[in-house]
């Protein structure tokens, strides 16, 4: 358990950075404060000349100055992320504060502030010699200009979360490094086979929760390692990103010479399981999908009525779908070099995905063409990309589904549009010739 977290401290390069600008900032702080002579350029001006005292005293009025500066500009980016937060999701809130630009500055704040408070502690303990050039003073007073200047520019950026493209951008972003650059990436060091099922017998161990909380990520290599080590086969059957409680049976072990498997290496094993209290988006891309999804349910509720809004996040949506795709969806089954399944961890497929994107904006577009012919788009991109029979089968009854939706309305001169559109994506699943522009655009033409 210690040695995940700590990976996952050293995978975070921020803390790292900032770690090193604080001893950066001590450092040269120690050692400025004790030059007292000024060898500087003229053309770059004297340094600040005074003693010990009055050098102190101008260190702490600015370090006091930077902290009244940054306290007013964290109570004015707050109000700007909760507001986003409430009109489009709660969710929100931590991607805003791992992407806030406001995150950019604070390593030159805390460079400068860890430069004052060394250069003060320095101060008080070496000999005056009264009044003396301090070049510590003068860099003091650059580096809190330049933290306050870079502060000003992140603020005025911050404000590009009020736009919805910046907020479904992140979130579009989150998800492909959670698919791609990180779930594909692990996956690919694995031997993988999809079609070779892991059958426990009926007598098979329970492997417990350890806590109560979410199932964040699972350390597939590890958990491989530890099942052959022992000489045991595991079946996870609980996906990432869901809620379990302590003691809740997250899957099964079974030894490979039968009898019952020892107490300590089911431990091993559920450590392997990173249990969190809220869930994390790293390895969760349905999490961000739920975000796109409450982003399009929240525009299309009756007090806010902006179907573009929700078109918008379809948009992101359908590149989502799109990208999921193309990655091994379904169960995820580690095979010995016997082609026999070692480890097996359940995971959502394309039609699993599919679901949880259309659902809940079908059900608040009250037929709105606008959010349905979004809806027919993304039904066309998985049905023309899923490799798998039945997340076809699961395109072609959304569009029944949307044509259910229409043809029950008493007002069809409405879906005209939508109509031929849904003529088109027909055509499309039964295999008609189509050119790739066509195949791609939703505002195709009756013929």
Not at 26 to 38: E, F, K, M, P
Not at 254 to 263: D, F, L, Q, R, S
Not at 294 to 309: E, F, I, K, M
Not at 312 to 340: C, E, F, K, T, Y
């Amino acid at each position: 358990m210690f040695i995940r977290r700590l990976r996952r401290f050293l995978r975070e390069p921020y803390w790292l950075i900032l770690g090193g600008i604080i001893a950066v900032g001590v450092v040269s702080g120690i050692a400025l404060a004790r030059v007292q002579t000024d060898a500087a350029w003229g053309v770059l001006g004297h340094a600040w000349p005074g003693d010990l005292d009055d050098t102190r005293g101008a260190l702490g009025t600015l370090l006091g100055l930077q902290i009244t500066v940054l306290t007013i500009v964290l109570s004015l980016n707050t109000p700007v992320i909760q507001s986003a937060a409430n009109q489009y999701s709660p969710r929100l809130v931590p991607i805003y504060l791992k992407n806030a630009p406001l995150r950019r500055a604070l390593p030159f704040f805390a460079l400068s502030s860890s430069f004052i408070l060394a250069a003060i502690r320095e101060l008080g303990i070496i000999e005056d010699h009264g009044v003396r050039p301090r070049p510590v003073l003068s860099v003091a007073i650059f580096l809190v200009l330049v933290a306050l200047c870079l502060l000003i520019l992140f603020l005025v950026r911050t404000f590009r979360f009020l736009r919805v493209e910046r907020v479904l951008g992140l979130v579009q972003e989150l998800i492909v490094s959670a698919t791609e650059r990180r779930i594909q990436a692990r996956l690919k060091q694995l031997p993988l086979d999809p079609t070779v099922a892991l059958r426990l017998p009926a007598d098979a161990t329970s492997l417990l929760a350890a806590t109560s909380g979410y199932l964040a990520d699972v350390d597939l290599q590890d958990l491989t390692r530890l099942a052959r080590q022992w000489g045991v086969r595991v079946r996870i059957c609980i996906t990432v990103g869901e809620y379990i409680d302590q003691e809740d049976v997250i899957g099964w072990v079974v030894a490979e010479g039968g009898g019952p498997v020892a107490a300590h290496v089911l431990h091993e094993l559920a450590d392997t399981l990173s249990i969190q209290p809220a869930r994390e988006p790293d390895c969760d891309p349905a999490l961000g999908l739920r975000i796109l999804v409450d982003v399009a349910n929240r525009a299309l509720s009756s007090s806010a009525n902006d179907p573009y809004t929700a078109r918008q996040a379809l948009h992101q949506i359908r590149s989502v779908m799109r990208r999921l795709a193309g990655l091994p969806l379904g169960d995820w089954n580690v095979v010995d070099p016997d082609g026999r399944a070692r480890v097996s961890l359940v995971a959502l497929r394309l039609r699993d995905y599919l679901f949880l994107a259309v659902d809940g904006p079908l059900h608040y577009a009250g037929g709105d063409p606008e959010v349905l012919e979004e809806v027919l788009q993304i039904a066309l991109t998985v049905g023309l990309l899923a490799r798998d029979a039945q997340d076809r089968a699961a395109a072609h009854a959304l569009l029944a589904r949307v044509l259910a939706d229409v043809q029950g309305s008493p007002e069809k001169d409405r879906f005209h549009r939508l109509l031929a559109q849904a003529e088109r994506v027909r055509a499309s699943f039964q295999g008609e010739r189509r050119t790739r522009v066509e195949r791609g655009r939703a505002d195709w033409l009756p013929d």
